[in-house]
């Protein structure tokens, strides 16, 4: 026999629980159908983000850079450090301890909001008078049918032609973020947001690590001015990147993987490495969600269709997240799940993909929102420009992390601020004030004139708004 909700939320990711939870809030009876699994088959809700993506890579960004840490600079703070050593065994045990307490907080948050929580794999079925009907495959099947359907299945990493992912030689973000020895030689295959976090990781902990991208650019999608600071620090820190390059064939053996590439000049190339992580995105996940059975439309990529609302071509069905166009993040996909759950109530949900943050989690880190320089030369946009250096910015100094700058980029008549891009200590944290003053359309003077507190990494930011008008008072 069937089970009927209001609302069935299929998958467990940053959008479907959060969607799941703020329909529940708003009174409705909700299911939630996720099929992740931990080490012992357990529910592991929270999708890529919360078990591969995410959380663990943060817990291994944080650990390696204490070793680094460590090793390099505590001697400059008087810190005498003898026997040094790292277990990445232990490392990467800590980071799946971080995981449950992530799984097994969803899991309560669902008991707390009364969702109604499935484990197993959700497939459409048909449609049913108004409704559908959802199949759960997992220990125990279940008939599931909801008025309203909220797809969040999320995304997969996308191989190599020529190169699937083993998880032990060809690694994506799975892959990499379970290895338990730190490999001599590691080759990266695309400078994204994955590959560097994970390049990072590995080479404070002492990997050789190459990264070979296509794009002529480094970090083609940031402020350029950003991207060549930031590729200065990388360098410097001794990370090999290649640009321009194009890769081969890929040989994979029992001790190790050959890249044949050729470089920007036209030169050949081999790189031979003990790993290699594939970093080049992600595909949409709809395999196996039977999309065909209710003439659900994907477009090429098997991305679901939607509508500004995140709508599908079908009455009562939503999609959110990595699954749909959009940057494929997770404050996103949260974001996404509130709008289309308040949607669902009657409510006017809201999302502003103008003002989405963007961060790179290495050291230093990069952070940014709204349109960068380059892009708002292409739009014929008259801007001012200001950029306040952390080398300037008393805690910076008092850290010993004054690697980086604040930009701000502001309407040349108007100066509300059009976007803002930090490379340095702590721009995840640094950005949120910049968010807020663009969702409230803030001009530069606003932020110029706010009191920050000194002293403090903010003040970057403040420092920043005072130079798109000329008038820095440190720099």
Not at 178 to 201: D, F, R, W
Request: charged share 20%; glycine share 12%.
């Amino acid at each position: 026999m069937s089970k009927q909700f209001d609302v069935i939320v299929i998958g467990g990711g940053p959008g479907g629980y959060i969607a799941a939870i703020r329909a529940a809030q708003l009174g409705k009876n909700v299911a939630c159908v996720d099929e992740w699994k931990n080490a012992t088959g357990g529910p592991a809700p929270g999708g890529t983000c919360t078990n591969v993506g995410c959380i663990p890579s943060k817990a291994l960004l944080q650990s390696s850079e204490h070793f680094e840490q460590a090793s390099h600079h505590f001697a400059d703070h008087g810190i005498t450090v003898k026997g040094l050593s790292m277990d990445a065994g232990k490392m990467v045990a800590r980071k799946d301890a971080v995981v449950k307490q992530n799984n097994d907080g969803i899991l309560y948050l669902f008991k707390k909001n009364k969702v109604s929580f499935f484990h197993g794999r959700a497939s459409f079925v048909k449609a049913v008078d108004g409704a559908y009907e959802i199949k759960v495959a997992g220990a125990a099947e279940e008939t599931l049918v909801g008025q309203q359907i909220i797809v969040a299945t999320g995304s997969n990493a996308r191989a190599l032609p020529g190169a699937p992912f083993d998880e032990t030689m060809v690694l994506s973000n799975e892959g990499a973020l379970a290895l338990t020895a730190v490999p001599k030689k590691m080759g990266l295959i695309g400078s994204g947001v994955i590959g560097l976090e994970m390049g990072s990781v590995w080479r404070r902990l002492g990997s050789e690590v190459t990264i070979l991208e296509g794009l002529p650019d480094f970090l083609g999608a940031v402020d350029q001015q950003i991207a060549k600071e930031a590729h200065k620090a990388f360098v410097k820190q001794g990370l090999k990147i290649e640009l321009g390059v194009k890769v081969g064939d890929i040989k994979v053996g029992k001790k190790g993987v050959s890249v044949a590439w050729t470089n920007a000049k036209g030169e050949a190339q081999t790189l031979d490495v003990d790993k290699l992580i594939v970093s080049i995105g992600r595909v949409p996940n709809t395999i196996g969600l039977n999309a065909e059975a209710v003439g659900l439309k994907l477009d090429e990529r098997g991305a679901i269709l939607v509508d500004a609302d995140c709508k599908t071509n079908l009455p009562g069905v939503w999609a959110v997240g990595d699954v749909v166009r959009g940057p494929m993040l997770a404050h996103k996909a949260e974001e996404e799940g509130v709008a289309v759950a308040e949607r669902i109530a009657g409510q006017h949900g809201h999302v502003n993909f103008n003002t989405i943050p963007w961060v790179i989690y290495t050291s230093p880190e990069i952070a940014w929102v709204g349109r960068n320089e380059q892009q708002l030369k292409a739009d014929g946009v008259a801007y001012k420009a200001g950029t306040f250096p952390f080398l300037a910015n008393g805690r910076a100094r008092a850290l010993g992390d004054t690697t980086g700058m604040v930009k701000m980029l502001a309407d040349a008549t108007t100066d509300e601020i059009l976007g803002v891009h930090i490379v340095g200590p702590m721009a995840s944290e640094l950005i949120a004030e910049c968010v807020l003053a663009m969702e409230f359309r803030a001009s530069s003077e606003d932020i110029a004139r706010v009191c920050h507190a000194h002293p403090s990494l903010s003040e970057s930011t403040k420092e920043a708004a005072l130079a798109v008008d000329k008038r820095t008072l440190n720099f």
